[in-house]
Each structure stands twice: as C-alpha cells, then as structure tokens.
C-alpha cells in the first residue's frame, strides 16, 4: 500500500489565513473525530494558536465507543477543556455551549469587575470533514455555516455573529505530511482525506482487518465474517450482500465502497479507532 499524503494548494493558503486571524480571537474551539481524535488532531493547528485557550471538542461522539472517553480526559487535562458531543443533535448544545463559556470565564470576570463587557470571540479549526461548521449550526441554532459529508466543503474563512460571541469558521486543514500512516489511515477511513486520491482497494481491506482486530463480532453480525485473510473477509461481505457480476466474480469496488459508508455511517456499530498508545509523544 503506497503511503497517504494529502495536502492540497488551498490548505496552505487557509493556514496562513489562520494564523493572521488568530490575534484576533479569544480561544481556539479544536473539532475532532470522536472515533479518532488523536489521528484527527493536527498539530501544525495547535502551533498557530499561539497561547490562546483551546477548547477540544470531541464531535460524532454517538459514533465512538467507551474507549473514546480516556481519550477525552488527556486531551481535556487539568482545566477539562474538552468536551463530548453530537452536533446534529440539539441536545449536545446545552454542553457545548458550556464549555466554550468556561474556556473565557476568567477573562470575561476580570472585565466584568472592570465595568465592561466584550463579544468574545472563537476560531473553530479541525482536519476536514469534524463537522466544524456543524458545530457552528449547533451553537447558532441555524443553518448558519455550509456543511457537507465530503472532505473540504468549507474553503474560505467567515466570521458567524451568534448570540454573546463570534465565531470564525475555517477551512479543513491537514498536517503537510503523515509521519504515522495507521493515523492517516483512520483518516481515511472516516472520510477526512478526500476518496478521489485513495486506493479505496486498501483501504477497504486496512479497514477490516483492524475492525476484526478489534470488533470481530461486529463483522460477524453484520456480514457473518468470522476470519480469514483480508481479501476472503472482503468477498464474504460480496456474497452477503448480493455483489456479484455476470460470470459470478465478486463486485470488489461494490463491497469495498459498501465496507467504507457502512463504517462512516454507524452501521457498524459505536467504534474508536484511536487508543491511548496512540497518545504518546502527542503535546497539546
């Protein structure tokens, strides 16, 4: 399997977007993948922060497991800047909308004792397709941002005014290069690289064997997948599902595609792809 880059002209142009923007912000609202926060998390986005006070927000979490929730504590550390939510649903705004109050609550006191109040105001960033300007509809209570299940629907930044502050939506960035290709690979997987420039074959097949690695029953119940190599697993998910040509050969691309958006779409089950060895050497 050839190794996953992906960082196209736009990205380079939105990171320096960003960090010219940043001056201009109180807080930084980080939107990662709740089944993979830590192949999710680009560090080069945390660099631009520069200091400012960083809220994780864990988006998708109806689509993560109980093993999400360590993740959650490291990356909320000491102050619990790091919250759990699923922004398609109304009911993940009370919690939200919390946690990004608590990222400026010391600030907004000491200007409270001052005599005066301020808009404060918050840059959302994350790796394409986190659901940032999911996130932004959430808090805004509106279609206020344009949302897409594809990788790279926002483009350019926009300043959202929502109730008591601003938010700035911005475009999916990736690091420049993947230095770990089993991150890159859940990235793949949960639809943050865009599909056109992957080997969907492997990357299908990279999908269920770390899925029988790690939720046998999961592929048991769904396809009656109960081991084998990787390219046997994929043909039983043809057989149950009906993908076969004229001839009877196995319609590959229609199990591997089949595989992929059942994942992606919670078919499969509550699933975290990262685990807590994946957290080492990770500063945030």
Same mark, same amino acid.
């Given at each position: ?86 922004? $398609? ?11 990004? @109050?608590? +990222?400026? %609550?010391? #600030? !907004? &006191? ?13 840059? $959302? ?11 932004? @509809?959430? +808090?805004? %209570?509106? #279609? !206020? &941002? ?139």
């Amino acid at each position: 399997m050839k190794n996953i880059q992906w960082f196209p002209g736009h990205m380079t142009k939105a990171m320096r977007m960003m960090e010219q923007s940043v001056p201009l912000t109180d807080g930084i609202i980080y939107v990662l993948d709740a089944r993979c926060p830590v192949s999710s998390f680009n560090p080069k986005l945390l660099k631009i922060a520069r200091g400012k006070p960083v809220l994780y927000v864990f988006n998708k979490g109806d689509l993560a497991d109980e093993r999400c929730d360590v993740l959650l504590k490291a990356f909320a550390g000491e102050k619990g800047n790091a919250v759990k939510i699923n922004a $398609v649903n109304a009911s993940s705004r009370r919690a939200l909308v919390s946690a990004v @109050n608590a +990222l400026v %609550e010391e #600030k !907004r &006191a000491k200007n409270q004792a001052k005599g005066y109040d301020k808009t404060f105001r918050f840059m $959302v960033v994350g790796v394409p397709n986190t659901g940032k300007s999911t996130v932004i @509809n959430l +808090l805004a %209570e509106s #279609k !206020r &941002a344009a949302t897409g299940d594809k990788a790279g629907v926002t483009r350019g930044k926009q300043w959202i005014r929502l109730d008591g502050f601003e938010l700035l939506d911005t475009p999916g960035t990736m690091p420049p290069s993947f230095e770990n290709q089993r991150l890159a690979l859940h990235l793949a997987y949960v639809g943050s690289i865009n599909d056109d420039i992957l080997d969907l074959d492997d990357v299908s097949i990279s999908l269920l064997e770390e899925l029988f690695a790690s939720y046998p029953k999961r592929l048991e119940e769904r396809y009656g997948i109960k081991g084998g190599a990787a390219l046997e697993m994929l043909e039983q998910v043809a057989s149950r599902r009906g993908f076969v040509l004229r001839g009877g050969e196995f319609d590959y691309e229609r199990a591997e595609r089949a595989v992929i958006d059942d994942f992606r779409k919670g078919r499969l089950g509550r699933i975290t792809l990262d685990n807590t060895d994946d957290l080492k050497g990770l500063v945030f």
